[in-house]
């Protein structure tokens, strides 16, 4: 009985440590990760019924944008997004799938009923192509400057992201930030402080320590005693 117990638990702890995988932050991604083989076992051990999100890695909504509803009792409908939940895989559409939220209340407020819109999923909404005002589907292409953007597939119009994309909430502008006590100098961003070269990585030692001077040969046969014993 001890026996079983003790490797139930050790399959549950490696299946647990197979299902936690870190990656980068710059991925998106959280580290983890309850659609793979691993997370659903552990969900199975633990009986969870709920069907793991996995995130979108190509993207091609952003807040602002204006969309079309394409299904349910919004359909045909159009707004603004004002809500991105990449890890939920769902926007919120201004004016679209409105409830009446009860707000309790407070010092400054009495409470009340207010229409608050909820989750969307994204595969329900498409971008509209400024060309012709209908919904579209998008696909990256690269300008002759190296600039990404979206493009429809049905008129070839690019359809550019909204421009409040570039003010951050700390500065309107980049030109316009002031650096603090804590933030890295531009002197120090824009030193540089490698410069490629062909040399090999033994030429790049030998550059940076240079060997030292070849010492004199010194003879190896040993002196002769000067001590003289007597007869």
């Known amino acids: 009985m001890l026996r079983t117990l003790i490797i139930t638990l050790a399959l549950r702890m490696r299946v647990s440590y197979a299902a936690c995988d870190l990656c980068s932050e710059e991925e998106g991604v959280m580290s983890w990760r309850p659609w793979t083989a691993a997370a659903k076992r552990v969900a199975r051990m633990r009986g969870h019924k709920r069907k793991p999100v996995e995130p979108i890695k190509d993207w091609k909504i952003v807040r602002g944008d204006l969309v079309e509803v394409l299904s349910g009792t919004d359909k045909g409908k159009q707004g603004a997004v004002s809500v991105v939940a990449r890890r939920k895989n769902s926007v919120m559409v201004q004016g679209v799938n409105a409830h009446l939220r009860r707000l309790p209340s407070r010092e400054e407020f009495s409470g009340g009923y207010i229409m608050a819109e909820s989750l969307i999923h994204v595969t329900n909404v498409s971008l509209v192509d400024p060309e012709d005002n209908k919904p579209c589907k998008v696909v990256y292409k690269y300008m002759e400057d190296g600039t990404k953007v979206r493009v429809s597939k049905r008129s070839g119009c690019v ?23 804590k933030d890295t100098k531009a002197a120090g961003v824009t030193k540089v402080t490698y410069v490629p070269s062909l040399a090999t990585f033994e030429e790049d030692i030998d ?17 002769k005693s000067s001590v003289h014993h007597a007869n």
């Open 159 to 181: 359809i550019p992201k909204p421009p409040h994309l570039a003010d951050r909430k700390d500065f309107k502008s980049r030109s316009g930030y002031l650096e603090g006590d």
């Open 207 to 223: 550059e940076l320590y240079p060997p030292a001077p070849l010492l004199a040969s010194i003879a190896t046969d040993s002196p």
